[in-house]
């Protein structure tokens, strides 16, 4: 059951903006390790709204800007798909396919963000993005089938039923971090921050300053709190739990998640362009379709029924 389109289109909007604080200020505390700096992305906000757009020779305008805004507007229809309370923003009869449908379109937007300013760095960073991209995709999409299958159903709302008795992550965890970490990927986070790394000054990033700044690091972060809500309704039982309330539940293992996203992702090093894309397609690959295998089988034999 949908929430209505107006409601829907508001609610998409308030728990993009809440999710995003929220990643940011775990991420200024896990840093800093000073309380006070959750409320930075607040000031930095701010700042890159009164900050002048930087220009480059010959840019491709349209594609730039286009790319800027394509990636918190991608983000932000991940969330429709998020179940709140029992019910999603935005109801489908493939919630999955959705999602994922979301996440390779912000694949093109940050090719878009990398290609538009006609500059060496930051096209560069569009390159490495791109090959990052296309190893990952194919993981997170497994991992989504995964649940899916275990469900008998793409609606996320039957997949959160199916969790009644059993969360998924206990039979499937390779999947949960398979996901958590493609889609980690996607928003070049952490160890897969290589298309934005030092070497090539910021890469994709390297000529973004002001309100497109402020746009690709929004998208970012939301991606990561969509991500986030979707791992505890997938894999976590959503709001299922004893003794509190629902949405409580929900929050907790949302907080949950980003604050272990957030965390490794900040102690791990920057993997080498090759490197990253050599575990996409060496090792998560054929660990989802084993994942899957398994619970295929555990379908078969009735153990989700």
Known sequence: EAWGLAPAVLGVLALGLVLGFVVSAVDGIVVSGAPRAAVEPIRSSARLLIEQRRTTLAPDRLLWRLGC???PALALLSLAVVPIGGRTLWSTSADLVWFNAME???WAAVWLVGWGPNAFHALTGGYRFLAQGLAYELPLMFALITAGLAAGS???TDVLAAQEDLWFVVTMPVAFIVFVGSAAAFAFWGPFAAPTAADIA???TSELSGVDRLLVEAGRVVFL???AAM?????????AGPWLPGPVWQVLKTLAVVTALVWVGRRLPVLRPDRTVEVGWMVLVPLTLLQA???????LNGFYA
């Open 69 to 71: 805004a394509a990636v």
């Open 104 to 106: 390779a379109l912000l």
């Open 154 to 156: 793409l609606r996320v």
């Open 202 to 204: 910021g890469g994709v």
């Open 225 to 227: 709190g969509a991500t």
């Open 231 to 239: 791992a505890a309704a997938l894999f976590l039982g959503g709001d």
């Open 293 to 299: 295998l398994v619970v295929a089988v555990l379908v």
